[in-house]
């Protein structure tokens, strides 16, 4: 009966029932670290989350699934920073698994919400109406409260972040870059939105006819971005678990300029196969 009862009150809560919930292995809580200069990682096993800080105020990238977000809350103040001094929040997309967290977190640190135009109506219906996944994966709706075009800077005193926008995984992915220090050696960040292209139609695609095109820029322009310390929207795209292994012992692991190429590398020609694929019927 008691867990009846327990059952009862899990499937009714009314704060993540209607939502997708986060993907089984994805969500683990990870302690929090720095990777380099002034950018911390505070985002579960999977799901990534960045902290980017300055003494005037700090940008904060991404939310994980809405169970993430008390995850990186908290990671933000075991590295001694307040909630408060969150003062910009970013995303890469418009999908559960990134943007589910962002409506809490814009909540508790009061920060403003940057996204791009091409992902905004998809942030603020939750992921209704997704062009690939139709109503199937919902988040807490988010509303953005300005808008970042493609080159803009994104500033919090001294804490900086580069869009770039890469559309073909969602209509506005956006890649973002920052300029670090360390060792008085500058090296650049790349956080990699996403080349993947799970499930989708690629040809005669009504609701986005110019997919291809767009993955096709979207490659071009991730390769010329020179770019050392290789990061994205999901851990496994990057090897945190492999490198963070490594912290400590040498150079900092997180500088990969031939990880990055060789994701780059493998994602392209697996698009390039399955649009050959699909052009050929099967
Ligand atoms: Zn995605």
């Known amino acids: 009966m008691k867990k009846f009862i327990l059952l009862l009150i899990v499937a009714s809560s009314p704060c993540f029932a209607q939502y997708t919930p986060a993907t089984p292995g994805q969500n683990e809580p990870v ?5 380099i200069g002034n950018l911390y990682y505070v985002g579960a096993n999977e799901v990534t989350s960045y902290l980017i800080t300055s003494p005037e105020g700090h940008i904060l990238l991404d939310g994980g699934f809405p169970e993430t977000a008390p995850l990186i809350e908290r990671n933000i103040q075991k590295l001694g920073f307040k909630l408060t001094d969150v003062k910009i929040l970013i995303s890469t997309h418009a999908h559960y698994d990134h943007a589910g967290g962002l409506a809490e977190l814009k909540r508790a640190t009061g920060a403003k919400f940057y996204a791009s135009a091409a992902d905004q109506p998809l942030l603020a219906a939750g992921g209704k109406g997704d062009f690939a996944f139709g109503d199937r994966f919902l988040f807490p709706p988010v509303t953005a409260d300005a808008t970042v075009e493609d080159g803009q800077v994104i500033r919090v005193g001294s804490a900086e972040m580069h869009a770039h926008l ?25 956080f990699v939105c996403s080349v993947s292209a799970p499930g989708y139609k690629l040809v005669n695609n009504a609701k986005y006819p110019g997919i291809v095109e767009d993955y096709r820029q979207t490659f071009k322009k991730l390769r010329a971005l020179a770019a050392d310390v290789f990061l994205g929207s999901h851990a496994s795209f990057w090897d945190m678990e492999g490198k963070r292994k490594k912290i400590g012992s040498g150079a900092n692991p997180f500088i990969d300029p031939a990880g990055y190429k060789a994701f780059l590398d493998e994602n392209e020609k697996e698009f390039e196969a ?9």
């Open 166 to 190: 890469t559309p073909g995984h969602t209509k506005g992915c956006t890649t973002w870059t920052a300029d670090v220090v360390e060792d008085g050696e500058k090296h650049t960040a790349v």
């Open 31 to 35: 302690e929090p670290f720095r990777i």
């Open 274 to 282: 399955e649009l050959k694929k699909q052009k050929a019927g099967k």
